[in-house]
């Protein structure tokens, strides 16, 4: 399990992969289930990737984040690249589809170490809380980022 989430059929259910596939569909294409339900079908994986963000977000100023790092590197000990898309710049597709490219990889990366979609503004930290600065929000959707100053532990917003 990746995530859960409650609200209206307003919302979008957004799905990113670890090899940057970004698929969203209207929260009212998914009907109640009860306990006995064997869940829904969310997106469709190819083979390696896996999720690495799940939510239901409010479509309206969303932004979405994403941060790639070299291949074979261990987790908090590079920078990596990352850039803030808009979230209407993502056309929405159907439950179980692969989605659409939502970072493009440069030579030595083939995966994301986070992603992020909600409202914006969008803030990052360090895994010991100090702050990061993220690229201001516009890139293309299937740009592939920019240098961070600085290692992300955690992106999200402030409350």
Partial sequence: MVGAGQGPDSLELVFVTSDAQLLHFSAAAVRPQGAAAGGMAGINLSGGAEVIFFGAVEPADAVVVTLSTPTGTLPGTD???????????????????????????????????????????????????????????????????????????????AL
Wanted: proline letters at 6%; hydrophobic letters at 40%; glycine letters at 16%.
């Fill in 79 to 157: 920078a990596g690249r990352a850039k803030v898309s808009q979230f209407a710049e993502f056309p929405g597709k159907g439950r179980a589809t692969g989605g659409v490219r939502a970072h493009a990889f440069l030579k030595g990366e083939d995966s994301l170490a986070l992603a992020w979609v909600g409202p914006a503004p969008a803030l990052a930290v360090s895994s010991d809380g100090a702050a990061r600065t993220l690229p201001d929000a516009g890139a293309k959707r299937d740009a592939s980022g920019t240098p961070l100053d600085g290692v992300v532990g955690s992106i999200g917003r």
